[in-house]
């Protein structure tokens, strides 16, 4: 149940070194730990690939006078976190300033890097509405990389600010490669899982919070009060809230009271037992056996709650039903396809 539940969540390869340092009396028998290091064997092969990307991102961006800067799980690898143990990426995702895109695009294209196939529409919703431009897939090694110039959606209810993540960005120990400062990072992961409403892997997103909360602040205890000055400066108190609140009560991370009472934006009593019956059973493994009645709701009622932060409703409802008739489109084009083809003839 529990290797089954893990890879569900996107946490079975590190499990073995999150049980160790979280339960050191925990015995993994033999055979578990056997699949779990062939596993292992799987990230660090992908790790080693990550940086071997970062190697000729920095390259062709250094042309054209840029440093990149290398977001979520990317950065930790190249910044050396814990975090980063055991942990496979699905694509690379770094963040420029908005007056460079053009400039990114053409740069990128000439290393091998061109856009994925997106329709017309997806392609204006990206430019237009989101914080990032459409993927970019590399010609030879297909590897995914999205360009941000920003970490929320250009139409979001809050509005961190950008050119501030990119000044105060760090230099990681790996050449020519930058990273956001630490406490713009734990603020991203927390923007990223409370506000976007991306759920799939809501517990791995959870754990990355609470180990880069505990990996920084071990480090340096002032980032707990920097973190509340930070959440405030770019918007995004309610998301910190969400984030230290659920570390807290899910994964047993000491949060000093005085930090959850200096933010400013936090729910009220009502809205904040909601948020507790839906983040309860949503940020749980996307598996049957830890599902409860209300789970699927809840996490429709997330979902629902992202893209209503994401966009307002004049904005939602609009790109909603064009998503759908265009949806409904290619199905009908699908069977059309599909019923024309020419059948076997005994």
């Keep these: 149940m529990v290797i089954s539940q893990a890879r569900r969540a996107g946490l079975f390869v590190m499990l073995e070194n999150y ?3 979280r339960c050191p009396q925990v015995h993994i028998p033999a055979d578990v730990a056997r699949v779990i290091r062939a596993e292992q064997c799987l990230a660090e092969k992908q790790q080693i690939s990550v940086r071997w990307e970062a190697t000729k991102l920095v390259r062709a961006l250094q042309g054209i006078g840029l440093k990149p800067i290398f977001l979520k799980g990317a950065a930790y690898i190249l910044a050396d976190l814990e975090v980063a143990r055991g942990r496979l990426l699905s694509d690379i995702d770094i963040l420029v300033p908005v007056a460079e895109i053009k400039a990114v695009e053409s740069c990128l294209a000439a290393n091998g890097w061109q856009p994925s196939q997106l329709d017309e529409y997806d392609r204006h919703y990206f430019h237009a509405w989101m914080h990032e431009i459409p993927p970019l897939v590399h010609i030879k090694t297909n590897t995914t990389l999205d360009v941000h110039h920003t970490i929320l959606a250009l139409t979001a209810k809050l509005n961190p600010n950008a050119d501030l993540l990119i000044e105060d960005a760090v230099k990681a120990p790996f050449e020519g490669a930058y990273v956001l400062a630490p406490v713009d990072m734990v603020l991203h992961s927390a923007a990223h899982l409370f506000h ?28 707990w009060d920097e973190l509340v000055l930070r959440a405030r400066l770019h918007q995004l108190e309610r998301p910190l809230y969400y984030a230290l609140h659920y570390c807290e009560l899910i994964l047993k991370l000491e949060v000093p009271e005085k930090v959850l009472q200096q933010i400013g934006s936090k729910p009220g009593r009502f809205q904040g037992k909601l948020m507790d019956f839906l983040y309860l059973r949503a940020l749980m493994p996307d598996h049957p056996q830890a599902d409860s009645l209300f789970t699927s709701l809840s996490r429709f009622l997330l979902y629902v709650r992202g893209h209503y932060l994401r966009m307002p409703i004049r904005v939602l409802v609009p790109h909603l039903l064009k998503k759908s008739w265009l949806k409904h489109k290619r199905k009908k084009q699908t069977r059309q396809i599909v019923g024309n083809a020419p059948t076997a003839q005994n």
Excluded: C, H, Q, V
Excluded at 198 to 223: H, Q, V
């Design 196 to 223: 976007e409403g991306e759920l799939e892997m809501g517990l791995k997103g959870l754990i990355d919070i609470e180990r880069l909360l505990a990996e920084f602040t071990r480090k340096d205890l002032s980032l």
């Design 19 to 21: 049980l160790s340092s």
